[in-house]
Every structure is written in structure tokens, then in C-alpha cells.
């Protein structure tokens, strides 16, 4: 008869087995409730609208409804920490913004740190622009930065330490080493409000929002803070196109779990999200407000989002901004 610890260890085996065999089982039947997606914004936010499409077309492939709960505040801190303590089960999904990267150094005391949390996918990117009323009577940013040297210039956001804010302030202090008075807002809307009602020199917000006015020349674009054109706004020219190169800011949207969530839930979780991406409709609806539709493994989406909390922070320490 087998000893004492050798009994041990084959019990222990044996659950390491079941456990190994478990896991695929859970794969296929996950899910069997309801999934919930936190946003860390309100209602008509660039994640709200991307959770909600999202979640539509999840709720059709998984036969199980996605359930859409916008939990906004602290700059997205309250529905990221809300998610960090949540079950570690795949049943509780949040969807935030590059806020969520930003806030890793800007804001100190939030309660949880982004270790806690693990990244579901990474959907879309859409890049910061610098809008300016229609009678500004520079032509171009390169105008437009040169006129602000000499006579000053106020900007708008969505508001203190967003990532347009924190996006902007470097581009105009570091780069384009210009003197720049920040006017921040209780969101884009105000923002655009104010910019064409011609109240700020300047607004610098992410594309979707000020997509609308620059449409209907209510607002001239005349820059975007990414690598390539975007073609919501096909006339609008790059940072790189007007002489200041490698100036990139803006926001994706992305969905993220609790650390501990099995690998198998998580894998299940991209490969149909990333299957919705793939969509026709879902890139066309995304193009149309100024998104890139993003596809991205676990594996990449989990690089993408370190190297987007060291560029975030490089920036947020750079301007000397932190919070509470």
C-alpha cells in the first residue's frame, strides 16, 4: 500500500490533471449567464459607443445578452476599479479609453493599478485633432503655432488630465515649444460648443466628437495627432505633414478584466470580439465617426497596452501632471 506522502502526491496529481481538463470544458461552455460591460464614460462617449456595438454583436454570437452599464467618473477610475475587485469569471468586462493608461501615472490614490486588471482586446484607435474656428486666420498648424508665439493662445479639452489634455500639453510645451493656456471643459461637447461659438482659440479632442463641425464647416482641422490621415476627415493633415514628426496621441477603446480571469475565458472573449471587428458593417460604422479598427491577439493587445502606460507616462511626467 502506497505511503502516506506518496498517496499525497498522487492526489495532487490528479487535480492538477482535472484541473488541466477542466479548463478547455469551461472554454466551450462559457458563457451561461448574462455578461456585463462596464464603461468607465457616459453615454454617448467614444467607449460607449464601441461597447455598445460591441456588445450587440456579442449578445447575437454568444446567445447570452451583454448587459451595458455606464459607471463614469474619476476619469474612468471608478467603473476600472469597480472591475479590478469584480470575479475573476469573464461575467464582468470593462470598457474604457487610453484614460485608463493615462491615469496609471497621473492620477495617485485610485485604489487599484492596472496589474489588476488584464486586457480582453483592443478594438479601435482614433487620434487626437487640433481644431480651430473658421475666421482663425491661419491657414495651417504650422501658422497657427507660429501666430501663438508671438500673440499667445487658449485651447480647450474635455477636461484636466484627459488624454487630449495631457496629449496636448506636451505637443505644445515639448514640441512645438509653444505657450498655450488650457480652458478644460466638462467634456467634448462643451468643448466644440465653445471652439464654434469662437469662445477658445483652439480645442484639441479625440476625432469622433469633433467629426460633425469639421464635416459641416463648422470647424477647420488642421491637425491630427497620428501617423496617417484619417479618412472621416480625409483634408485634414497629420502633426508629421505640417513639420512636427512622431506626435502621437489619441484614444483607443478597449475591453479589460480582472488579473486572475482564466486564460481560456479571455481567449474565447478576443477571438470573438476580434471576429466582430472583422465585420464589414463594424469597420464601416467605426471608419465613418473616425475610428481604425484594431485586431490584436491577447498577446499583442497586452504589449500594446504596456507600451501605451510607459508613453503615457513619459508624457504625464514630462508636463509635471498628477492628481489625487
Request: net charge neutral; proline share 6%.
Amino acid at each position: 500500500m502506497p505511503s502516506f506522502h506518496a498517496q499525497r502526491r498522487i492526489l495532487v496529481l490528479a487535480a492538477v490533471v482535472l484541473a488541466g481538463l477542466a479548463c478547455p470544458a469551461w472554454a466551450q461552455t462559457y458563457p451561461t449567464q448574462n455578461i456585463t460591460f462596464q464603461v468607465a464614460f457616459a453615454a454617448g462617449g467614444i467607449a460607449d459607443v464601441v461597447a455598445r456595438l460591441v456588445g450587440q454583436k456579442l449578445t447575437e454570437r454568444l446567445g447570452h445578452t451583454v448587459v451595458v452599464e455606464n459607471r463614469g467618473g474619476a476619469g474612468g477610475n471608478l467603473a476600472a476599479k469597480s472591475v479590478s475587485g469584480a470575479a475573476p469569471d469573464g461575467y464582468t468586462i470593462l470598457a474604457t479609453t487610453t484614460g485608463l493608461a493615462v491615469n496609471e501615472t497621473a492620477t495617485k490614490n485610485k485604489g487599484f493599478s492596472v496589474d489588476d486588471l488584464r486586457p480582453v482586446a483592443i478594438v479601435a484607435f482614433s487620434p487626437d485633432v487640433l481644431a480651430i474656428h473658421p475666421s482663425n486666420p491661419a491657414k495651417d498648424l504650422r501658422e497657427f503655432i507660429q501666430n501663438g508665439k508671438t500673440k499667445g493662445f487658449t485651447y480647450g479639452s474635455a477636461g484636466v488630465g484627459t488624454g487630449p489634455h495631457i496629449g496636448a500639453e506636451y505637443f505644445f510645451r515639448e514640441v512645438a515649444k509653444v505657450q498655450a493656456v488650457h480652458v478644460p471643459f466638462t467634456g467634448g461637447g462643451p468643448a466644440v460648443t465653445s471652439a464654434i461659438g469662437n469662445h477658445v482659440d483652439a480645442i484639441v479632442l479625440t476625432l469622433p466628437t469633433v467629426v460633425p463641425p469639421i464635416t459641416q464647416g463648422l470647424l477647420r482641422g488642421i491637425g491630427l495627432a497620428s501617423a496617417t490621415r484619417n479618412s472621416a476627415v480625409p483634408n485634414v493633415p497629420t502633426y508629421g505633414e505640417m513639420g512636427f514628426p512622431d506626435v502621437y496621441s489619441g484614444s483607443w477603446v478597449g475591453f479589460f478584466a480582472p488579473a486572475k480571469t482564466p486564460d481560456a475565458v479571455i481567449a474565447k472573449l478576443n477571438a470573438e470580439i476580434n471576429a466582430i471587428m472583422k465585420e464589414p458593417e463594424a469597420q464601416q460604422k467605426l471608419n465613418a465617426i473616425g475610428f481604425d479598427v484594431m485586431i490584436k491577439t491577447e498577446a499583442e493587445a497586452a504589449d500594446y497596452f504596456k507600451r501605451e502606460v510607459a508613453s503615457w507616462g513619459k508624457m504625464t511626467r514630462a508636463i509635471g501632471y498628477s492628481s489625487d
